[in-house]
């Protein structure tokens, strides 16, 4: 699989790999994440969430992980297909109901 | 259940006018969200509503408002429009007790 170490804008992953998308978030007092999937012309599309007091949660070939010392999160996708060709936006959540997003990151795959 | 609904799909303004946007949230949601993103900018938080009432409220200047009504439809309107205001808004819904917010498909907005 191919993975990033520093958020880059941009991944190209071949079908099949597995893709891991990281997000640097800055305020300690996130206590919610969760990350999207916007195709072109759509709406961002929820992916998954994960609570601070979780460091790992599962879905349907996606993991999140959190690391709150580093102030860290990453989402790996599994058996990366086509389909998974989008930008993929990570965002946090403090102590109200708003979301602050990250750059985004253009996943691009490779058949 | 029917994901959120945002009315028009596409809209061309010219500068100076004002604009009314819709939203209607996904079915037993209370809570709605709007933001706006650009490619400049990304996805930036203009404001929330819960049970009508703005619960919070983004970086934007005041000719960006909105409102909810009592079925939690929400409306967002901007008037005078600038060039800098042409983007893609779109609207979040989320149950209201939790953080996690659906979002519609948006409304593209071009100001001429």
């Known amino acids: 699989g191919e993975s990033v170490g520093l958020h880059l804008p941009t991944l190209s992953v071949q079908e099949g790999d597995n893709s891991i998308i990281n997000c640097a978030y800055s305020?300690?007092?996130?206590?919610?994440f969760i990350w999207y999937k916007q195709e072109s012309g759509k709406g961002p599309q929820f992916i998954i969430d994960i609570r601070s007091n979780m460091d790992k949660r599962q879905g349907q070939r996606v993991t999140v992980l959190l690391n709150k010392t580093v102030k860290h999160l990453s989402l790996q996708i599994a058996a990366t297909q086509p389909g998974d060709s989008a930008v993929y936006f990570c965002a946090e959540s403090a102590n109200d109901y708003k979301l602050s997003f990250g750059a985004g990151t253009t996943v691009t795959v490779r058949a | 259940k029917a994901g959120v609904t945002q009315t028009p799909r596409y809209l061309i303004k010219t500068r100076g006018q004002q604009v009314t946007l819709s939203c209607s949230p996904i079915?037993?949601?209370?809570?709605v969200s709007w933001y706006q993103q650009t490619p400049g900018q990304g996805l930036q938080f203009l404001f929330e509503y819960f049970s009508e009432t703005q619960r919070n409220k983004g970086n934007f200047p005041g000719r960006f408002s909105g409102r909810q009504f009592s079925n939690s439809r929400s409306e967002m309107n901007v008037s005078t429009l600038e060039l800098g205001d042409s983007a893609l808004y779109l609207c979040a819904s989320g149950p209201g007790g939790q953080k996690t917010q659906y979002f519609g498909p948006g409304t593209r907005l071009l100001v001429l």
């Open positions: 079915s037993g949601h209370r809570s």
């Open positions: 305020n300690s007092a996130s206590d919610y």
